[in-house]
């Protein structure tokens, strides 16, 4: 492994470029602070997230997102007038025979793919990505965090918005030693997996409008066509999820024996024509929360600043995550200007 001595200095640290972290350096970058954020990832997004494959898109984290908060519905209001997202459905139906039912709440899509919305709200921020960091530790004047390779950020306020399990695990390894009130609420934190299947098909596939199934208590949670959805326009990508339950009975099998069980529940909605040009498997380990801390942020108690934030504080998904990374913000602008 190469091993790198930067030192960098900002006065905060964001920790993860998905949503929350996005919409968090989004609100900070406002005033005269230095704002870095770090990722493990090659890009931006988190769960946010865009595959190509063959000449298709397909989305495999994300696959859309509500906007049910007057706050929430602002921005996204900002993205549909630049044409960054679009109204995709009111309701899904489950496959049957049955029409779906709309609710009322629309469900938006990002053009271009999920992904396209954490690209467009990373220009201008200051992101180094790549970066896995290890170790997080309090310091005199703020914090110290290390990463694999050897890099050091010093500074001044830390904001963690990776899943709570991984947050943890970052200041255990920097030997912090937090109030146990606050370690008690990040521990009873707790997610559920998903595989997915991406595949790549030539051929008919038989999904309901817009192109789209979700059947939330079945073993097969969602199936989708990127292609209908309009982000795949070259090809026909089909998204799978497996549930909940299934994903934790599927996650210790070899990739190829998971990939083969998603492929056997998405086999009866293709034509007997219709051929799988490639499939691949993505396992995601902390897809959605289950329990979640009842707040939109966390603020460690008896340390230098350090506020918690991510879809596991306050409400769950897309838009969860976004409101919980605007609350951080906010929270950690009360501290450095109190
Ligand atoms: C399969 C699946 C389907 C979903 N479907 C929907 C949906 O249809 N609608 C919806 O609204 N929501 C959906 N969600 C949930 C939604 O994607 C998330 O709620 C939201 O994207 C979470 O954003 P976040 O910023 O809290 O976390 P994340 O996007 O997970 O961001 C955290 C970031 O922290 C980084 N990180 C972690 N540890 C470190 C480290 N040590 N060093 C550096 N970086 C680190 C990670 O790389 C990651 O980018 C789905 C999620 C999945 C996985």
Redesign the pocket.
Known sequence: MNTDLSHFYPDILI????????MAANMLQKYDFGVML????PG?????ATRRIGPGRAD???????ARSAEFSRWVEQWRSKGLVFRWSTGWGDGSLAKAKPDGYPRYAVTGGMNALAQSLAQGLNFRLN????ALAPTATGWQAESETGQIFSSRAVIL???AP?SLA?LDAGQTKLASLTRTALERIKYAP?L?GLYWVDGPVNLPEPGALQRPEARIS?IADNQRKGISPEATLITV?AGPEYSQQLWPAPPAEALAALTGELRPLLADSTQIIEAQLKR?R???PTALYSDRCLAAADLPPLIF????FGE??????AL??LAAANKLLDILFK
């Open positions: 920790v993860g470029a998905g949503m929350a972290g996005l770090v990722d493990k990832g931006v997004g988190g769960r946010l495999h984290g994300a696959q859309f997102f509500t970066t896995r960091l290890t918005t990776p899943p991984q970052l998903c997915a969602w999820h995601w902390y897809a959605l934030a991510g879809d596991a769950p998904r897309i838009e969860g995550a919980s990374g």
